[in-house]
């Protein structure tokens, strides 16, 4: 895989993976286009060195002085369990880092089950239940989990 960072040209196939990797609400292109060009927000994009596929997207955006919020994940269907999602995930955390912020928080569907064992497996916990959170129905449910996860180590005194 190689990471890069998002380019306009990219928006047409990260929208193709959005509806594929999204059964319920995905983002349409102009909200992807908002969410990628937001002022302070970062991303990687990962390829498939081989076909130059693209495989998978993060994007995160800081919310307070400290906290960096994971605005969306996703790994296309084709490349899952392989470590692509670890690897995004592994790079925005590090730029979260030099960036100075100390904790990544998400939310995530409470009936997301995959996604929220990969966030476990990945040292996220959750804080708290938001219901309601999300227009469309996932399960008969709208309802999030807020997770978190410290990333940098407080300084010893
Ligand atoms: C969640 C997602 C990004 C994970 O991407 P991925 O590339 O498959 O993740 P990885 O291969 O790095 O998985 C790392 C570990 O997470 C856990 N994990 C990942 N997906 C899982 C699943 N569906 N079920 C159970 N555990 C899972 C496993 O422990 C896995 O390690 P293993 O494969 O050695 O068992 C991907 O499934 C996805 O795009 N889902 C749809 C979009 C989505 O729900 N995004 C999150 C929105 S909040």
Do not use: W
């Not at 190689?2 to 349409?28: C, M, T």
């Not at 994971?70 to 960036?99: H, K, N, Q």
């Amino acid at each position: 895989m190689i990471l890069k960072k998002f380019q306009p040209q990219d928006l047409e196939e990260i929208s193709e993976l959005e509806k594929r990797a999204f059964q319920v609400g995905p983002y349409d292109s102009a909200e992807l286009a908002e969410i990628f060009m937001s002022p302070g927000s970062f991303n990687y994009i990962a390829f498939d060195e081989n076909t130059g596929r693209l495989a998978g997207y993060v994007v995160a955006v800081g919310i307070s002085e400290n906290m960096c919020d994971i605005e969306s994940i996703a790994v296309d269907p084709d490349f899952r369990r392989i470590g692509v999602g670890s690897l995004l995930l592994d790079a925005i955390e590090s730029e979260m880092t030099i960036r100075g912020f100390t904790i990544s928080v998400l939310e995530v569907r409470e009936k997301n089950e995959g996604a929220i064992r990969f966030y476990l497996s990945r040292g996220y916990r959750t804080s708290e239940t938001i219901e309601n959170y999300y227009r469309e129905h996932m399960s008969g449910s709208r309802n999030a989990l807020r997770m978190s996860k410290r990333i940098v180590r407080m300084e010893s005194r």
